[in-house]
C-alpha cells in the first residue's frame, strides 16, 4: 500500500514489487461486480476456495467489500451511539482459559471501548439493525467455509457474541498478543472493520505477526507457532516504527528486504530474520499491516500462529470482533475451570506485562486488575449446561447424544404424513445450527416415505439459546387440487401457500424431469426479498419514464438506472440473492417488451383495437390502465406457479417493476397468472399499480386465451417451462396449448425462458423448430437471468450453488430468453399438418434434442 512515510528508518528498496499474490481475491471481486453481485461475491464458489486456500495456507485472510458501504456506515453508526450513550466499557485484558481469572484493564496496553451484543439487546438510544444483519453475513461465510476441503473451520461449533469497539483516536492500541494462548476454544478471529473514511496516517492499522519455519526464501517456507524469543526482534522493530522515537540505524535488526504492498491497504512491513540464521533458536517474523478499511473482513488463526496488536489510532477507529470457537476445545476449556495454580501464573504474567508496557513504551496510565467470576458476553457457549429451547405449543423438544435436540411436532388431524414437511426458523438462536436442509435460517425436512402417521420429528444439531419456531408444511407433490396449509405454530401465522418445493421451475414440468434435485429457487415466508425504493408518481402532462432495457447486457443496467428514477442515485442499492431470484421474472419481462420484435407485434395487434363502444365483452376494458375505457396487454404467465411467478404477484411488489421499466405500453398491462400450479384461483382481477392488473387462472392456456378477445393485445410469456426437457413427456403436455395458441393468436408474441442451455433451451428450439414457429427474438443469454444456480443430482452436491463447473448439470431461472410468433411461411398448419400431427412433432423433436444434450455430456440418459 501506498502508505504515508513512517517514522522508521527501515528501508524498502523492493516496496513497489507486487507479485501478484494479492490479485486474485481482488480479480474476484471485481469479475462478480461486474456481474452485478458485488454484494456477494465473496460467497461464489471460486471466491470461497480462494479465501480458504489463503486462510490454511497463510492463517490470515483479508476480504474487501464484505459489507456494503451503507451496511458499513450504519453499523458504525449503531455502535458511535452505543458508545455515546454510555453502553460500551473500558476493553478488559483477559486470563484464564474460561475467562473467569484475574482481569485488568490499563489503557496504554488495550485502549479500546468494548461492548458484546447480538443485536437483540434493547439499549437506550440504539437502534441495531445492522449487526445482526453482518453477523448473520459472517456466519455464512465461515460456515461456507468450514464446508471446503481441508478446512480447519470444520469444526467451528458456535461463536462469541460480536465485540464492539471503538479506539478514540487518542493513540489507543491494543499491544501484541495472541487470542487463544491457551486452549480457550478460539478457533477464528473475524474483525469487520467499519471506517470508510480512514486515511494514511490515521492509524489503527492490525499488524500481523508471523513467524517463518526456515530462514532463507520466505515464500518457500511456511508459517507456523510463534514462540517469545522469536517475537522479540520484532518487538524491536515494532518500538521504532511506531513511535520513531529510536531513529538512527537498523542494521542491529537484521531485516530482511521484502517488504511489499500486498493488496490495497495491506503491506508486508518487512521479515525479520531470525537471529544467527542457520541453527538459530529463533524463527524469521513477517510483519504485515492491515489498514482498518470500511467493508474489510480480516480473518485469521486464533491461536499462537497469529499474534496481532492494533497500532495507535490517531482518528476514532470502529470494528467488530467475533470469534468463532472449536467444538471440542471451548467445551473442555468451560469443563475445566483454573486452577489456584494457574490463576496465581495469569496474576504473574499480567504483572509482567505491566512492566513490560511500562519499560517498552513508557506506558503511565495505571492498571485496574480485578477479579470477574465470568466474563459476560463473551462466552456464549456454555458448554455444559443446555437449556432446552422452547418451541410451541404442541411440539416437543429433547436433547440428544451428541448436541443433537429431536424437535416433535404432531401432525395436523387427517394429514397424511409423506405429504408433508416441516419448517425450523433458526434466525432466533445465536448459534451456528446445522440441520438437514438447512438455507439461511430455515430448515426444511421432507419427510420419508413410511414416515409416522401421528408425528414427526426433526433433528437439529447445536443448542438452540432461544425460542425456535416451527411450522408443519405439506407440500404438493404433483398436480394436486389447491393444498391447505397446516401450520403448527404460536402465534399462528399469516396464511400463505405451502412450503415452496425446491425448485423454481413449475411444478408440472420441473418436479420430477427437469433438471433434478436442487431447483432454482427456494422461498419461504422468511425469504428476504429487498424492497426496491418508490418510484416518484408522474407529474401530470410529463412524458411517461421509464429504463430502456433494450440494450442492457446485466443486472447493473437496470438497478442503476431504477434507483436513479427513484431519486436515490446517491444510495447504494442493496438487493439480497432472492431479490434477484424474484426481480429476474418481472424485468425479464420488461426487457420483453421492450424487444423490437415484441413490441412492434403488439403494436401491430393494438392497431386492431376497437373502441369500447364496439366491443362486445367489456371484461379487459377496465384492467390495466386504470383511465376508464382503455383496453392492456393482457400478457399470460402460462405455466405460473403459486412457488414462483404467483408467490412473487402475493409476496413482493415486483411485478410492478414491469412497468417501471419499460415506457409503458399504452392501456397498461394486464398480468394474468394461468395453469394448474396456481392456488387461490379466483379469477378476479386486482390493481397492482395505476397501469397494471394481475389475475390468477387454474386453467390452461387454451381456455384462457380462448376468452380474450382477438382485438385485445395478447402476449404470452412461458417462465422455465422445461418443455425442452424430460425427454420428450413435457414438451407433449405444452404441445396442445402451444400450437393451439400459436394457430389461433398468429399476431401474439410469445416470449420464453429457459433455466440451461444443456436440455431445456436445446430442447425447447428443437420443439419450436419441428412446429416451424417464427423466431421473433433469436435465442440469447438473459442479461436478467436470476442470481442463484443450482446443480443437478449425481453432480457433487446437489443444492444452491453459486455457479455451475464446466459438464455439470446446472439449472438457473431465466438464463435463456427468446420469442416466437405463429408459425414461419410454409411451416405449421399452413403446410397441411393437423394441431395433432404438431403435437406429435414437438414430443419427438424434444425427445431428440435431450438424448442429443446427455450425450454431449456424457451423462446417461434418464
Ligand atoms: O480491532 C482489531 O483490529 C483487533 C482487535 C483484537 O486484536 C482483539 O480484540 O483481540
Ligand atoms: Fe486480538
Given amino acids: 500500500m501506498a502508505r504515508k512515510q513512517k517514522a522508521t528508518e527501515v528501508r524498502h528498496p523492493s516496496s513497489d514489487v507486487d507479485d501478484g499474490v494479492g490479485d486474485k481475491l481482488f480479480f474476484l471481486r471485481t469479475k462478480y461486480s461486474l456481474l452485478g453481485k458485488a454484494e456477494w461475491w465473496w460467497l461464489m464458489d471460486d471466491s470461497l476456495a480462494e479465501i480458504n486456500a489463503r486462510l490454511e495456507s497463510e492463517h490470515f485472510v483479508v476480504i474487501d467489500g464484505f459489507l456494503t458501504g451503507a451496511h458499513t456506515r450504519s453499523l458504525r453508526d449503531e455502535i458511535r451511539d452505543a458508545h455515546e450513550h454510555g453502553h460500551l466499557a473500558p476493553g478488559v485484558l483477559a486470563g484464564g482459559k474460561a475467562g473467569d481469572a484475574t482481569q485488568y484493564t490499563m489503557r496504554d496496553v488495550r485502549g479500546d471501548h468494548v461492548g458484546w451484543f447480538d443485536g437483540t439487546e434493547r439499549l437506550e438510544g440504539v437502534q441495531w439493525d445492522t449487526l445482526p444483519t453482518a453477523m448473520k453475513r459472517a456466519d455464512t461465510l465461515v460456515n461456507q467455509l468450514g464446508a471446503q476441503p481441508r478446512s480447519e473451520l470444520a469444526t467451528v461449533s458456535s461463536r462469541s457474541k460480536a465485540m464492539c469497539t471503538v479506539y478514540p483516536g487518542d493513540d489507543a492500541r491494543y499491544v501484541r498478543h495472541v487470542d487463544n494462548p491457551d486452549g480457550n476454544g478460539r478457533l477464528l478471529t473475524a474483525l469487520l472493520y467499519l471506517n470508510p473514511e480512514w486515511e494514511e496516517g490515521d492509524g489503527g492499522e492490525l499488524r500481523v505477526f508471523r513467524c517463518l519455519s526456515g530462514s532463507g526464501e520466505a515464500a518457500a517456507a511456511g508459517f507456523v507457532d510463534c514462540d517469545g524469543k522469536s517475537l522479540e526482534s520484532a518487538d524491536s522493530f515494532d518500538t521504532r516504527v511506531k513511535s520513531g522515537h529510536l531513529g538512527g540505524a537498523t542494521d542491529e535488526f537484521n531485516v530482511a528486504v521484502d517488504a511489499r504492498d500486498v493488496a490495497e491497504g495491506v503491506r508486508d512491513v518487512a521479515t525479520l530474520r531470525g537471529a544467527g540464521e542457520n541453527g538459530s533458536t529463533t524463527k524469521p517474523v513477517r510483519l504485515t499491516d492491515v489498514a482498518p478499511l470500511g467493508g474489510r473482513v480480516v480473518l485469521f488463526k486464533s491461536d499462537a500462529r497469529v499474534p496481532h496488536e492494533v497500532l495507535a489510532a490517531h482518528a476514532p477507529r470502529y470494528a467488530v470482533t ?40 513508557g506506558a503511565t496510565s495505571e492498571p485496574e486488575v480485578r477479579i470477574r467470576d465470568s466474563q459476560e458476553g463473551e462466552w456464549r457457549d456454555t458448554g455444559t449446561t443446555r437449556p432446552t429451547p422452547d418451541v410451541p405449543g404442541q411440539c416437543s423438544a429433547a436433547w440428544e447424544d451428541g448436541d443433537v435436540i429431536a424437535i416433535t411436532v404432531p401432525l395436523p388431524a387427517g394429514t397424511c404424513a409423506a405429504d408433508c414437511g416441516v419448517e425450523v426458523d433458526t434466525s432466533s438462536s445465536t448459534l451456528i445450527i446445522e440441520a438437514p436442509g438447512l438455507e439461511g ?59 415452496p418445493p425446491r425448485t423454481g421451475v413449475p411444478a408440472t414440468s420441473a418436479a420430477k424431469d427437469c433438471v433434478g434435485v436442487g431447483g432454482t429457487l427456494s422461498w419461504s415466508s422468511s425469504t428476504d426479498f429487498s424492497t426496491l425504493p418508490s418510484v416518484p408518481p408522474r407529474e401530470p402532462g410529463t412524458a411517461p419514464r421509464g429504463i430502456d432495457l433494450r440494450d442492457a447486457s446485466d443486472w447493473e443496467d437496470f438497478i442503476q438506472t431504477r434507483w436513479a428514477l427513484a431519486g436515490k442515485e446517491d444510495e447504494q442499492p442493496v438487493l439480497t440473492p432472492h431479490a434477484l431470484d424474484g426481480l429476474s421474472f418481472p424485468v425479464t419481462l420488461a426487457w420483453s417488451l421492450q424487444q423490437p420484435g415484441v413490441s412492434e407485434a403488439l403494436a401491430a395487434a393494438r392497431k386492431k383495437t376497437r373502441t369500447d363502444a364496439t366491443r362486445t365483452d367489456a371484461t379487459f376494458a377496465n384492467l390495466g390502465d386504470e383511465t376508464a375505457g382503455t383496453t392492456p396487454v393482457v400478457v399470460v404467465i402460462a405455466g405460473a406457479s403459486s412457488f414462483t411467478e404467483q408467490y412473487l404477484l402475493d409476496r413482493t411488489r415486483y411485478w410492478e417493476e414491469v412497468t417501471v421499466a419499460a415506457p409503458q405500453p399504452a392501456g397498461g398491462i394486464h398480468l394474468a397468472f394461468v395453469g394448474p400450479d396456481v392456488v387461490a384461483a379466483s379469477g378476479e382481477a386486482k390493481r397492482l399499480s395505476p397501469t397494471i392488473t394481475a389475475s390468477v387462472h387454474r386453467e390452461t ?18 417462465f422455465n417451462t422445461g418443455m425442452g426437457g424430460g425427454g420428450g413427456a413435457l414438451a407433449r403436455g405444452w404441445a396442445p396449448d402451444l400450437v393451439e395458441t400459436l394457430s389461433r393468436r398468429p399476431d401474439a408474441p410469445a416470449v420464453f425462458t429457459a433455466a440451461n442451455d444443456y436440455a431445456d433451451l436445446r430442447g425447447e428450439l428443437a420443439v419450436f423448430k419441428a412446429l416451424g414457429a417464427r423466431f421473433i427474438v433469436d435465442p440469447r443469454a438473459n442479461p436478467f437471468r436470476a442470481f442463484t444456480h443450482t446443480i443437478g443430482e449425481g453432480e457433487g452436491e446437489p443444492g444452491v450453488r453459486s455457479a455451475p463447473r464446466q459438464g455439470e448439470k446446472w439449472s438457473c431461472a431465466n438464463a435463456f430468453v427468446y420469442a416466437v410468433q405463429g408459425f414461419a411461411k410454409g411451416k405449421g398448419p399452413s403446410a397441411g399438418l393437423t394441431d395433432e400431427q404438431l403435437c406429435t412433432l414437438a414430443a419427438k423433436a424434444a425427445e431428440r434434442a435431450a438424448g442429443a444434450a446427455w450425450d454431449a455430456l456424457g451423462m446417461r440418459r434418464s
Fill in 322 to 361: 467475533l470469534w468463532y470457537f472449536d467444538k471440542s476445545e471451548v467445551t473442555a476449556a468451560r469443563a475445566a475451570p483454573l486452577s489456584e495454580a494457574e490463576r496465581k501464573e495469569q496474576e504473574e504474567k499480567i504483572a509482567r506485562e505491566i512492566e513490560f508496557m511500562r519499560l517498552k513504551h
Fill in 441 to 499: 435460517n430455515v430448515a426444511r425436512v421432507k419427510l420419508p416415505e413410511g414416515a409416522d402417521e401421528d408425528s414427526i420429528s426433526v433433528k437439529l444439531s447445536k443448542k438452540p439459546t432461544r425460542a425456535l419456531v416451527v411450522r408443519v408444511r405439506c407440500e404438493p407433490l404433483a398436480v394436486l387440487p389447491t393444498p391447505t396449509p397446516h401450520t403448527v405454530e404460536s402465534p399462528p401465522p399469516e396464511p400463505e401457500p405451502d412450503l
Fill in 701 to 718: 392456456v387454451r381456455d384462457y386465451t380462448a376468452r380474450v378477445p382477438n382485438d385485445v393485445p395478447l402476449m404470452i410469456v412461458g
